[in-house]
Nanobody
Framework: QVHLAESGGGLVQPGGSLTLSCAAS????????MRWYRQAPGKQRELVAS???????DYGDSVKGRFTISRDNVKNTAYLQMNSLKPEDTAVYSC??????????????WGQGTQVTVTV
């Protein structure tokens, strides 16, 4: 069983910054890709950023140059540093880890989501 715990969401003014964290706990063989998604009201969920086991990152077009994803493999934690936030970044942000179980099977494990609101 894997549990992802997110933290760091909140209310921020446009131009501000927030850092989200997502820590995995439980018993598993390995964490593969770590990803952050977001979903705004009335919109489809979108992939914000991803990071591979060897640190290769990828970003959605709307956040390139403003957001930075990173990972700490010792702490089993992913981070999302969000700078120059805009009102359109307002959404529920969720982390998702590609987990390899001890059995060898793989599963996507999701966090509960954390609200980010960018407003004056």
């Amino acid at each position: 069983q894997v549990h992802l715990a997110e933290s760091g969401g909140g209310l921020v003014q446009p131009g501000g910054s927030l850092t989200l964290s997502c820590a995995a706990s439980g018993s598993f063989f390995r964490i593969n890709d770590m990803r952050w998604y977001r979903q705004a009201p009335g919109k489809q969920r979108e992939l914000v950023a991803s990071i591979s086991t060897d640190g290769i990152t990828d970003y959605g077009d709307s956040v390139k140059g403003r957001f930075t994803i990173s990972r700490d493999n010792v702490k089993n934690t992913a981070y999302l540093q969000m700078n120059s936030l805009k009102p359109e970044d307002t959404a529920v942000y969720s982390c998702c880890f590609d987990i390899t179980r001890w059995s060898g099977s793989r599963v996507d494990s999701w966090g509960q989501g954390t609200q980010v609101t960018v407003t004056v």
